[in-house]
């Protein structure tokens, strides 16, 4: 093995005996009604991630880097495609970028017609703001339809 190697790994021994540290010092406290805070979103990262974490940041590339690099090859190979495979920093931005590739005019060479300006697209009622805004920032008109309780879709008779 290398000596880059051996860094590499003796420094992910070092993150992960720190992520076994915090772990067993930062046990769940018990709850108690009207006095524990409870978070609008949980989080769910188990070591593994967070020494990866840690890992990555400590590289400075505090955006994407090699793990993201990996992430994109390995995907585009998973889907066995050529094309390369780009990450987004967010769910919002991944809104965006798949439905502005609607109006992409790549869709005419495989005889596929783009949306145009002041075209309507059908999108849910009780959606999120982000499912909406990609609509009006490609300058199409989103048409509001109610959901189904018991399945959360669309009602395709409103469609």
Same mark, same amino acid.
């Given at each position: 093995?290398?000596?880059?190697?051996?860094?590499?790994?003796?420094?992910?021994?070092?993150?992960?005996?720190?992520?076994?540290?915090?772990? /067993?010092?930062?046990?769940?406290?018990?709850?108690?009604?009207?006095?524990?805070?409870?978070?609008?979103?949980?989080? /769910?990262?188990?070591? *593994?991630?967070?020494?990866?974490?840690?890992?990555?940041?400590? *590289?400075?590339?505090?955006?994407?880097?090699?793990?993201?690099?990996?992430?994109?090859? *390995?995907?585009?190979?998973?889907?066995?495609?050529?094309?390369?495979?780009?990450?987004?920093?967010?769910?919002?931005?991944?809104?965006?970028?798949?439905?502005?590739?609607?109006?992409?005019?790549?869709?005419?060479?495989?005889?596929?017609?783009?949306?145009?300006?002041?075209?309507? &697209?059908?999108?849910?009622?009780?959606?999120?703001?982000?499912?909406?805004? @990609?609509? &009006?920032?490609?300058?199409?008109? @989103?048409?509001? &339809?109610?959901?189904?309780?018991?399945?959360?879709?669309?009602?395709?008779?409103?469609?």
């Amino acid at each position: 093995m290398s000596n880059e190697n051996n860094f590499a790994q003796e420094r992910l021994e070092a993150i992960q005996a720190c992520v076994k540290y915090f772990e /067993s010092s930062n046990k769940a406290k018990p709850f108690i009604p009207g006095e524990t805070y409870i978070p609008v979103t949980a989080k /769910s990262v188990g070591s *593994d991630d967070l020494s990866m974490l840690i890992d990555a940041s400590l *590289d400075m590339w505090l955006t994407t880097g090699r793990y993201g690099n990996k992430f994109e090859a *390995d995907f585009s190979s998973f889907f066995g495609k050529s094309t390369k495979s780009l990450l987004v920093n967010s769910g919002s931005s991944a809104n965006l970028v798949a439905i502005s590739s609607l109006g992409s005019s790549e869709l005419k060479k495989m005889d596929r017609k783009p949306l145009e300006k002041g075209d309507e &697209v059908i999108t849910l009622a009780a959606g999120f703001p982000t499912t909406v805004n @990609p609509i &009006v920032q490609n300058g199409w008109k @989103p048409v509001f &339809v109610d959901i189904d309780n018991k399945t959360i879709n669309a009602l395709p008779e409103k469609i």
